[in-house]
């Protein structure tokens, strides 16, 4: 196995120096302002392979200290994503406190803006759960280092669609490790969360003729699913141990912990959502000893950073789509590296990025 330790960050515990320890994070930044009701944490955990980019999630924390570790947490799998997708960029996340139906306006991603904008380049911000591209657009009035930006503007748009094709790519690369054969028709597929992601990945699916359960908190975006694509709608509280070939979580993080583990009756944990593991080490060991193949989601679910990636070189949909068809392959590398080296999934995962970071630290040692 590489010589490369995987550090772990847990969900269920917090101690702030220790973590950024730990996770070796470069800097987090706390934004706030009284005026617009700004409240906004930035974490940059890596920029050894460019400059950190991730999206700014919109969310009500329960504790301030949900978001900080949720803003360190996406951060990390951002700097991993990028390594292993093979772009030049580092690792960084942001947040804002808040509910983004109700506290959202033009001047607080403005004032916003200005704070990625302190950061001289550091940071990249692009749209994330509770962000639009018309967010965007107001941050760009007071930054360059925004991605995710409308079509109209030069820009990729909604990157929802890349991610889903992505993840399509993943599922069909388990299937391919767990049956010998990529083909997903006939085969049961329970998706937890059917967001702007899902709904494209239920598309994919559905042409495939896969058997499509769905849950969320959205009745309306249920009956699309339902309406559409045959979905048959089943409660948050049972779709986890429904019997199904795949389960694909893609809405928010935690979803395989101590209390769902012992319910799943899948063959193939493959979706979009960030940091399904609870614990990175616990519950991935957990999934590989029971048999369960495990998709990394930092890897499966890249498609949508591939995206705005592109927007440097002159956006092209199509090479972004054509870049995001190689996740499929990505997958079944991580795989063969994990049974290789006897560690689960998402450390195999780990290490492959880990390993492309330290490589460009030795080019980077000489001027």
């Not at 960050?9 to 917090?14: E, K, P, V």
């Not at 975006?221 to 309406?227: D, G, K, P, R, T």
């Not at 290490?351 to 330290?358: C, D, E, G, T």
Request: proline residues 2%; glycine residues 10%.
């Amino acid at each position: 196995m590489d010589d490369i330790k995987t550090e772990n960050l847990s969900a269920t515990s917090f101690d702030l120096f220790a973590d950024l320890e730990e996770t070796k994070h470069e800097q987090i930044v706390l934004c706030q302002d009284q005026a617009t009701g700004l409240k906004a944490i930035i974490a940059i955990h890596n920029t050894v392979l460019g400059p950190g980019l991730g999206g700014t999630r919109m969310w009500q924390y329960a504790h301030e200290k949900d978001a900080i570790r949720d803003a360190m947490r996406l951060s990390r799998g951002m700097t991993y994503k990028a390594s292993i997708a093979g772009l030049n960029l580092g690792g960084a996340k942001a947040v804002i406190i808040g509910d983004p139906k109700t506290m959202k306006s033009e001047a607080l991603m403005r004032k916003f803006g200005r704070y990625v904008d302190n950061l001289n380049g550091k940071y990249i911000t692009a749209e994330d759960v509770g962000t639009t591209t018309k967010d965007m657009e107001y941050v760009q009035m007071e930054t360059d280092h925004v991605v995710g930006l409308p079509e109209s503007m030069g820009g990729g748009g909604d990157p929802s669609p890349v991610t889903a094709y992505g993840t399509y790519m993943g599922i069909k690369a388990s299937a391919k490790k767990a049956w010998g054969n990529e083909s997903l028709s006939g085969k049961s597929i329970a998706v937890v969360g059917i967001g702007k992601v899902g709904m494209h990945l239920l598309d994919y699916l559905h042409k495939e003729n896969a058997k499509l359960y769905v849950a969320d908190i959205n009745d309306a975006a249920l009956q699309i699913a339902a309406n559409k694509y045959r979905a048959i709608i089943v409660s948050a509280e049972d779709i986890i141990g429904l019997d199904v070939d795949i389960l694909a979580p893609c809405a928010l993080g935690g979803i395989i912990n101590d209390d769902t583990l012992p319910k799943l009756k899948c063959q193939i944990i493959a979706g979009a959502a960030n940091n399904q593991l609870e614990d990175e080490i616990i519950h991935g060991d957990a999934l590989k000893s029971s048999g369960i193949i495990y998709a990394p989601d930092f890897v499966i679910n890249a498609g949508g950073l591939i995206n705005v990636y592109s927007e440097y070189n002159g956006y092209v949909r199509e090479n972004a789509m054509a870049q995001t068809e190689n996740i499929y392959n990505t997958i079944l590398e991580i795989y063969k590296k994990s049974e290789r080296d006897n560690v689960n999934s998402q450390q195999a995962a780990i290490l492959h990025a880990q390993k492309r970071i330290q490589d460009i630290m030795l080019v980077q040692s000489t001027y």
